[in-house]
């Protein structure tokens, strides 16, 4: 069965660090590029960050570059978000999803994880 | 850095009409635009990619049409189920992806 589990969400102080990961299980996980995407609480989709299957080439999103940072260890089938320096306007669900290559959609999403950050 | 507008913000049909989405890129995303199904409390499902194909297990009502800025979402039949939020994304050199702001399908 094709899954992707996340975990590591909760709540931190502004700026607090907080490291989310996400488990995948039922694909080739290290030839997969993947992604996060964060929802804020009643608002739409943001893509926050991206990774190729070997892992050394990443994107960030404007809003997040600098500040986090996307890492993969294939011998775990494991995705992580390191996330710093965060901000009351990072508090959403985060989603990791597979990205299909070439064409650039998210194929296979995780039921994602909460993230707030309040004082 | 390319923009998605999605219209109308709320539709608001029956089941068994016919419903119509649309998403209006900025500037030109050939044919690399995807649409996306939300329902509450989950996370989002694939419906389209490459702007008319529908992905693995989606029913034959939804289809897409459109390239370039011009994009189209259409549900020929809804189904109580298809009462949802829906997305297009795009995929571009920057930024990597981006999503329309959404459309809310309701119901009548």
């Known amino acids: 069965e094709v899954q992707l589990v996340e975990s590591g969400g909760g709540s931190v102080p502004p700026g607090g660090s907080l490291r989310v990961s996400c488990v995948v299980s039922?694909?080739?996980?290290?030839?997969?590029?993947m992604s996060w995407v964060r929802q804020a609480p009643g608002k739409g989709l943001e893509w926050v960050s991206s990774i190729n299957g070997h892992g050394d080439d990443t994107y960030y999103a404007d809003s997040v570059k600098g500040r986090f940072s996307i890492s993969r260890d294939n011998s775990k089938n494991t995705l992580y978000l390191q996330m710093n320096s965060l901000r009351v306007e990072d508090t959403a669900v985060y989603y990791c999803?597979?990205?299909?290559?070439?064409?650039?959609?998210?194929?296979?999403w995780g039921q994602g994880t909460m993230v707030t950050v309040s004082s | 850095e390319i923009v998605l507008t999605q219209s109308p913000a709320t539709l608001s049909s029956s089941p068994g009409e016919r419903a119509t989405l649309s998403c209006r890129a900025s500037?030109?995303?050939?044919?690399?635009l995807a649409w996306y199904q939300q329902k509450p409390g989950q996370a989002p499902r694939l419906l389209i990619y490459?702007?008319?194909t529908r992905a693995t297990g989606i029913p034959a009502r939804f289809s897409g049409i459109g390239s370039g800025t011009d994009f189209t979402l259409t549900i020929s039949s809804l189904e109580p189920e298809d009462f949802a939020v829906y997305y297009c994304q795009q995929r571009s050199k920057w930024p990597l992806y981006g999503f329309g702001q959404g459309t809310k399908l309701e119901i009548k």
């Open positions: 500037q030109s995303v050939s044919s690399n």
């Open positions: 999803a597979k990205v299909t290559v070439p064409v650039g959609a998210f194929d296979i």
């Open positions: 039922g694909f080739s996980f290290s030839t997969s590029g």
């Open positions: 490459d702007a008319t």
